[in-house]
């Protein structure tokens, strides 16, 4: 059973900090790597996608893969109250469905 | 693009009705998803289909669960009879590549149906 594990939180950052997110996953032959973010009532939105090892950035966001540990972060930089949302690591199977973690919420501080 | 289209938003319903879902991926998607979302549960894929064809329905929780996919631009979930464990939220999502790997598997969710079984 191919698994994908976050903590659930809630993570807690004051406003202007860095939050990290964690998720690792079970799968090593697994190649791509998603973050979603869903705000309360909404839908999950695509936020970051990465592929290779090392560090993607995306503006205010950064995704960390770690193949050989089989763990993927996001990075917020100087994150703001409307950051607080439900974060999703969602990783494909062999047959490329999404396996997903069950989120971490994460609360910004003002 | 319109994005993915779920209808109804809300669906409130007694126990032992018919509840039909519906969905409009987004056009050129090749694969679409139904998904459930609960507290306790999180998201749960319920069926997937690629090129109208349901590929995996192993997440479909019992008999009573029933998908659909006559065109490529609509979708139907129907659930019959309904149980109040049904309430949850449903999402309908599409992607354009499936199988090929990469950006591809990019999933794009609709709003989402929220049902309430009483």
């Known amino acids: 059973q191919k698994e994908v594990e976050q903590n659930s939180g809630p993570l807690s950052v004051p406003e202007g900090a860095i939050a990290s997110l964690n998720c690792t996953y079970s799968?090593?032959?697994?190649?791509?790597f998603f973050w979603y973010r869903q705000y309360s009532g909404k839908s999950p939105e695509l936020i970051m996608s990465i592929y290779s090892n090392g560090d993607k950035e995306d503006g205010r966001f950064t995704a960390q893969l770690n193949k050989a540990s089989q763990y993927v972060s996001l990075l917020i930089r100087d994150s703001q109250p409307s950051d607080s949302a439900t974060y999703l690591c969602a990783v494909p199977d062999s047959n490329y469905q999404l396996i997903w973690g069950a989120g971490t919420k994460l609360i910004i501080k003002p | 693009d319109a994005g993915v289209i779920q209808s109804p938003r809300h669906e409130v319903t007694e126990m032992g009705q018919e509840v039909t879902l519906r969905c409009k991926p987004i056009s050129g998607h090749n694969s679409l998803f139904w998904y459930r979302q609960t507290m306790m549960r999180g998201l749960e894929l319920l069926i997937y289909f690629n090129n109208n064809v349901p590929i995996d329905d192993s997440g479909m929780p019992e008999d009573r669960f029933s998908a659909k996919m006559p065109n490529a631009s609509f979708s139907t979930l129907k659930i019959q009879p309904s149980e109040p464990r049904d309430s949850a939220v449903y999402f309908c999502?599409?992607?354009?590549?499936?199988?090929?790997?990469?950006?591809?598997?990019?999933?794009?969710f609709g709003p989402g149906t929220r049902l309430t079984v009483l």
């Open positions: 799968d090593r032959g697994s190649q791509s």
């Open positions: 999502a599409s992607s354009n590549g499936v199988g090929t790997g990469g950006s591809t598997d990019t999933q794009y």
